[in-house]
């Protein structure tokens, strides 16, 4: 990754001014907020969406532990390889429970985990998690896996 992309997210906070969320994604943009509107990719709160503070409280504790992991990967130090293995797995802890909250907050608004995907490992085509070919009819990103949740 160029030095360019580490500064970028922290310049680039800006919050989601739709009209009407009809999808959010759990990503990772080193703000401190994860979830994202789908439409504009800009930070949604949740309280604007009416998330209970269990669904809010998971979010959290999952993101904690996304950040860490995503954290050390950028700093590209020791813990580079074993970050990169954690963040890539997708029977993973952080992708599980990422999953199963995306899954949670879909049953009212679709919601898709945004997955770790290190550009230098090239662009993917199949899901990570059930290896279909992945839809790459989307907005943002790479492609989806509707079935899993994910975006890429
Ligand atoms: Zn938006
Ligand atoms: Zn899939």
């Not at 049953?107 to 839809?135: A, M, S, V, Y």
Request: glycine share 4%; charged share 30%; with cysteine.
């Amino acid at each position: 990754m160029d030095s360019y992309q580490k500064l970028r997210p922290w310049t680039d906070i800006e919050r989601c001014n739709c009209e009407n969320v009809h999808g959010l994604f759990l990503i990772d943009l080193l703000t401190s907020n994860p979830i994202n509107c789908s439409n504009c990719r800009c930070e949604v709160d949740p309280e604007q969406l009416e998330l209970t503070s269990d669904e809010t409280e998971k979010i959290a504790r999952w993101y904690s532990a996304e950040s860490a992991l995503y954290k050390l990967w950028l700093d590209s130090g020791e813990y580079e390889t074993y970050a990169k293995t954690c963040l890539i797995d997708p029977l993973g802890q952080v992708n599980i429970d990422g999953r199963a909250i995306a899954k949670e907050l879909s049953k009212r608004i679709p919601t898709q985990l945004w997955l770790f995907h290190d550009t230098d490992d090239g662009e993917p085509e199949n899901c990570p998690i059930c290896n279909e070919p992945l839809n790459l009819d989307v907005k943002w990103g790479t492609g989806e896996c509707r079935e899993c949740y994910i975006h890429i």
